[in-house]
């Protein structure tokens, strides 16, 4: 059975950086169903087009990409997967996007078979960013003076469950996890086989009621399970 296309929106105020995106993606087969120049135009055009996946620039006029990107996901039947566009990769707006539930970020600069592969790689379930990269971004940011603590406290609270929930292996595995370690990684650090490994990953994104391994390293370092400068968790016999 033939896979439908994959449907993309498209929000940026820049009109060069949407023509430049547009034409790449419809070379690969991809739909562009809708472009937004604001927040407000993008979360009205999700709801009118229902696409797969958004690329959202962080700053735009009106109303930016962070608020929009959690009205989306709050407020959207089956939610699409969000890109964050930016300029810099070290930036506490990307960061609270990622806590608001996006799937990960990318440069604007990014080749075109990156952004290719990103909006296939979200579409798919994956999250875009390895945890080493969010790592830096939560180490940076996270409970820090840098933090933009005005809009986005209250809805980070959201996905950051309580982690009593959790088994002590299940929080050994989140600790490890959030270290940047692989599945592969932690199965050899913890003796396990590395499809136990998934299903312990599986298990804790359910429980906290998390999308992907992007919030799972934020989770972590918000609950205090880990955090800059901590020792790595210690293994279990």
Known sequence: MTEPPLRVMLADDQTLVRTGFRMILRSDGIEVVAEAINGCEAVDAVRRTRPDVVLMDVRMPEMDGLEATRRILTGTPGEPRVIILTTFDLDQYVYAALSAGASGFLLKD???????????????????????????????FAGGEHRHSTQQDSHTTAIHRDLASLTPREREV???????????????????AETTVKTHVSRILAKLQLRDRVQAVIAAYETGLVSVGRQEPAEHP
């Open 110 to 140: 990014v080749t075109p078979e990156q952004l290719i592969s990103a909006v296939r790689t979200v579409r798919s379930g994956d999250a875009l960013l390895a945890p080493a990269v969010t790592r830096r971004l939560v180490e940076r």
């Open 174 to 192: 989140l600790g490890l996890v959030a270290r940047g370690l692989s599945n592969i990684e932690v199965a050899d650090r913890l003796h396990l």
